[in-house]
């Protein structure tokens, strides 16, 4: 079929080069995009005198006609065409004739396409958005309901002191809370409209390209039609959002498989969110959390696509930018339904408390607060230090916890210890006494739930 482009060209291009150079099996995902582009950019033609009302209004009741089409089924984009922008115009102008022949007055296929692909980061942006604060919704709750949920927190993966489940939840709160943060600012940088910037050196037409951006939502139009076209810096800071999404939600996924352990026991994750074995039929994996695991080194290698791509492109606008779009793509796609996914396993998850309680008990995690008993006694706290160290190795010689030896026994190690070290050294004073803001203890707990929810609530 003839190009957009095929005036210059006296010769066929050969089927394979048709087939490399054409985007239409992928760029087709921002076909509502791109209609939605047309339709205010034919707007703002009619609105400077540069098509008739009349033209106007049949263009856009074509192209309202083909979204309708296509959107049920009755017409397919087929791949007989180049790109997104080619099979638009193509049924257009079959449609009503010689009034779509002038749809693409005063636009190139570089701002065209630069504009679709904004238009639809700008969407991904905000649905990940909606995605982020459902998962932050199930966490609180979780926190809500969980600030006397005691276990062990840990360091270098060993158990260090008792924190509450509200608390290790709550710094993953605070971790996908800072990632709706960067997509706000991202959508605040990107949300400014590149068309009208031609094929990089603007038009002669007298576009109004402030009427055209405030169609479109934008806060503005660019200001330098080279960057217009030639800029992705968007499309990489989103891919860096989102690989700091997969990053923490693989932290968390990383968490879970060993809380689901034989070992831990922590968690029971439900049937929905589990798979079994084929051959041993005594297990329940954690598929679900092992794949958004997995997952995330898909989402790594598409910012380093496209960083790669970027880095040695000269302006303005260069075939190669055409390959930000099917790892794009398929990135987006992967963190929303990575989001959905854990989700739900989250919300559905329970909890076995006393295991929790009781491995943090195991695990000398009061240890710091038996030497912050001595230091209370008078004992300068190297000493402490020492005394509750040699305590420890005790207990590991009797298999035993600290908090299970007899008074006699501990002051055969010191004798300061009185009979107060049993309520000094339990897990609710453990964490009780914490009270420092972002500390475990309920009454700091509370207030940061507080502010959490608080913040939900205003952020709509």
């Given at each position: 079929m003839a190009q957009l482009w095929g005036g210059r060209f006296t010769k066929e291009t050969d089927q394979l080069v048709y087939d490399f150079n054409a985007s239409i099996t992928f760029d087709k995902t921002f076909f509502h995009q791109d209609v939605e582009g047309s339709i205010a950019h034919v707007t703002m033609l009619a609105r400077q005198g540069i098509l008739t009302e009349d033209e106007k209004e049949s263009i856009i009741a074509g192209l309202n006609s083909i979204v309708e089409d296509v959107d049920a089924g009755k017409l397919e984009i087929d791949t007989k065409y180049e790109d997104i922008h080619s099979f638009v115009e193509a049924n257009l102008i079959d449609r009503i004739g010689d009034a779509g022949k002038k749809l693409h007055t005063g636009r190139s296929r570089n701002d065209q396409v630069?504009?679709?692909?904004?238009?639809?980061?700008?969407?991904q942006v905000q649905e990940t958005d909606e995605l982020l604060k459902e998962l932050l919704e199930v966490l609180l709750a979780v926190m809500e309901a969980n600030t006397e949920t005691y276990m062990p927190g840990f360091t270098h993966l060993q158990k260090a002191q008792p924190t509450t489940l509200a608390h290790h939840y709550g710094a993953y709160f605070e971790m996908f809370k800072r990632d709706r943060q960067r997509l706000k600012d991202i959508y605040k940088r990107m949300n400014y409209c590149p068309l009208g910037a031609g094929a990089f050196a603007g038009t002669t037409y007298p576009l109004d390209r402030d009427y055209t951006a405030q169609l479109l939502g934008f806060d503005g139009p660019t200001l330098n039609s080279m960057d217009s076209v030639a800029d992705r810096d968007y499309l990489?800071?989103?891919?860096?959002?989102l690989a700091t999404i997969m990053m923490h939600l693989s932290r968390f996924s990383e968490e879970i498989i060993i809380w689901n352990s034989n070992e831990y026991q922590f968690v029971e994750i439900d049937d929905a969110y589990s798979t079994g074995s084929s051959i041993m039929p005594q297990k329940k994996n954690p598929d679900i959390a092992e794949l958004v695991r997995?997952?995330?080194?898909?989402?790594?290698?598409?910012?380093?696509?496209?960083?790669?791509?970027?880095k040695g492109l000269p302006l303005a606008y260069n075939k190669d930018m055409q390959e930000d779009k099917e790892v794009a793509f398929d990135a987006m796609d992967t963190v929303k339904d990575c989001l959905v996914l854990f989700t739900g396993m989250i919300r559905t998850m329970r909890f076995r408390k006393e295991r929790m309680a009781k491995s943090a008990m195991n695990g000398f995690t009061n240890a710091t607060d038996a030497a912050d008993y001595l230091v209370n006694k008078g004992v300068p706290f190297r000493d402490a230090h020492g005394i509750i160290g040699r305590l420890v190795l005790y207990c590991i010689d009797k298999a035993t916890s600290i908090d299970a030896l007899s008074l006699a026994e501990l002051k055969e190690i010191s004798d300061i210890f009185e009979e107060d070290i049993y309520d000094a050294?339990?897990?609710k004073t453990?964490?009780?006494?914490r009270l420092t803001v972002g500390a475990p203890g309920p009454e700091a707990m509370n207030e940061v739930i507080r502010i959490?929810?608080?913040y939900l609530t205003k952020d709509i």
């Open positions: 630069a504009l679709d692909m904004r238009l639809y980061t700008r969407l990489i800071e989103f891919l860096s959002a997995g997952k995330t080194g898909r989402v790594y290698g598409a910012l380093m696509s496209l960083l790669t791509t970027m050294i339990s897990l453990c964490v009780e006494k959490h929810r608080e």
